[in-house]
């Protein structure tokens, strides 16, 4: 079955304990980014890869790191969480980089930070 | 840049009555696609509808259906006699063709619907 699959689903943390969300899916898509939702803002871009070894800010990069060393895989990384980073969020790919290429969405991981 | 406004943070309704949930959008590029997602008490992200912006004909899909505006920069959204199960958080985005960005969404604040028995 073609996913997205993200994990952990749910983590409480506390601030400062280095975390990362690992995103991996199984369509062989070059464009991967991370979201995330906060009420009233709706979702916004993190980071984003357009392929292997090459990876961009979003809109809301400060406090995140990612890596795409693998095709298929596109971790998030919170070196210092802040409670500021308590959020949802969602990973997500297309097969390509233009806006017609359908995106395909995780199930989402509900990050609280103490 | 672009910019995605839903006006509406919560709409309440009762089962069987329309409800319609606005989208205003902003963006430079005269290429672009606008979006519909649901996203239900569960969390997931549920896709509804893509439109690019050279089509702008009405579509309907069962009891939803969806009036794209380019005139006034609109992409609303009607769910017909509504029903329960259409309790979920709406979200309205778009996406253009700015390269740096790649294929990056913007997204609206997203509007609450509750549908009452």
């Not at chain 2, 430079?28 to 696609?33: A, F, G, K, P, Q």
Request: net charge neutral; charged share 20%.
């Amino acid at each position: 079955e073609a996913q997205v699959t993200q994990n952990p689903r749910y983590l409480i943390t506390v601030t400062g304990k280095k975390l990362t969300v690992t995103c991996s899916q199984n369509m062989n898509h070059e464009y991967m980014s991370w979201y995330r939702q906060d009420p009233g803002l709706g979702l916004r871009q993190i980071y984003y890869s357009m392929n292997v070894e090459v990876t961009d800010k979003g809109d809301v990069p400060e406090g995140y790191k990612v890596s795409r060393k693998e095709k298929r895989n596109f971790p998030l990384i919170l070196e210092s969480p802040s409670p500021n980073q308590t959020s949802l969020y969602f990973c997500a790919s297309s097969y390509g980089s233009q806006p017609y290429n359908e995106q395909f969405f995780g199930p989402g991981t509900r990050l609280t930070v103490l | 840049a672009q910019k995605v406004t839903q006006a509406q943070t919560e709409i309440s309704v009762v089962e069987k009555e329309d409800v319609t949930l606005d989208c205003v959008y902003e963006t430079r590029d005269t290429t672009y696609y606008l979006f519909w997602y649901k996203q239900p008490p569960s969390g997931e992200l549920v896709f509804l509808i893509r439109r690019n912006s050279f089509d702008e004909q009405n579509e309907i899909s069962g009891r939803y259906s969806w009036n794209f505006q380019k005139s006034t920069s609109s992409f609303n959204f009607t769910i017909t006699a509504s029903q329960v199960v259409d309790s979920a958080v709406y979200f309205c985005a778009l996406s253009d063709l700015i390269k740096a960005a790649g294929n990056k969404l913007t997204f609206g604040g997203g509007t609450r619907v509750l549908v009452k028995p």
